[in-house]
């Protein structure tokens, strides 16, 4: 069979620890294993260096690649992700044969296809944006955490104000918070067309809130207020990530 590369690298990588099997001829092999730490994955990469590695691959395990493709990148050492199930369907693999070492094989032959993997820069943006939405998935599901203690109050903001998130909902929130009961003054604390059905809020905001669920409300409230903060901040941090 035609060999593609001569000198290549396949790397079997797990959390703590990777095996790197080099072909360093068309017959001579050598075998090492390393820890995932970065002193290590340095080392590997020194190895890489002096033998003139051509191309090194390793499977896109978890995110356990990620900064092992990074370091590569950085120290221009080249390398592709492979996927799993690509490496495991090609045929002709003995059993005896390691993972790293039946990568290697296959890299040498060209009987590999390298993933797409996004530049740093795109990379970069990516993990921001998911952390992002992350964050306001988590900041719904503290929203309704807070609904769920206003229903036990049976106080039903959520029926008489459509985002209880939104300027009135949160001025009669606060007020609740700070122990506020009155329906009357709560209801008069609703804003614009929210105070168009002030008598059906008035009914809504007649509840009973207990010490606990006060509180509860103090913590979920604050918590919701710094997700709001952060997403805010991560919106800034990547729109002047997309001008550089």
Known sequence: MEVLYKRCCGIDIHK???V???FTSVRKKEVRQFSTMTED?????????ETDCEMAAMESTGSYWKPVYNIFEEEHIPIMIVNAQHIKGVPGRKTDVKDAEWIADLVRHGLVKASYIPNREQ???REMTRYRQEMIEERAREL??????LE???IKLGSVITDISGKSGMAILKAIISGETD???LSELAEGRARNKLQEMRRALQGRVLEHQQKMLEHQLVHMESLTSLISDLDEDIKKKQTL
């Open 152 to 154: 036990g109050c049976n």
């Open 144 to 149: 309704n955490r807070i609904q769920a203690v």
């Open 20 to 22: 790197a099997c080099v």
């Open 16 to 18: 703590n620890m990777m």
């Open 41 to 49: 994955i340095l080392q590997l990469v020194s190895w890489l260096k």
């Open 183 to 185: 329906p009357i003054v």
């Open 123 to 125: 990379r970069e943006l």
